[in-house]
């Protein structure tokens, strides 16, 4: 029995490095993206998804970044919130003891 061929080969993908792709995103804001996708070699939709995953990675950063602030802000907060409800437990067990 002979196996059947479709006629499609493999192509090989390239792998560009984080730093590369860094690169060729630079100079697609200077000279726009066909052309320097041309002058690497690639396919402009290859720069548009780089850049499209650059910018949800931003994005994401910042998100992480507002996150941690607001956890800090609730942080402040909480230890605020404890200090306050000691002195009240003070005050509470110190008028509890005074005779009426």
Do not use: C, H, I
């Not at 002979?2 to 100079?27: C, H």
């Not at 970044?65 to 437990?89: C, I, P, T, W």
């Amino acid at each position: 029995m002979a196996k059947k061929t479709t006629g499609l080969k493999k192509t090989k993908r390239n792998r560009f490095s984080t730093e590369f792709k860094q690169q060729a995103l630079l100079r697609a804001v200077k000279d726009g993206v066909p052309a320097v996708a041309q002058e690497l070699g690639l396919e402009p939709a290859q720069l548009y998804a780089w850049r499209s995953k650059a910018q949800q990675q931003g994005q994401n950063e910042e998100a992480q970044r507002l996150q941690q602030s607001e956890l800090a802000r609730l942080r402040r907060e909480l230890a605020r919130v404890e200090e306050e409800n000691a002195f009240l437990k003070k005050a509470a067990a110190y008028f509890a003891k005074q005779p009426k």
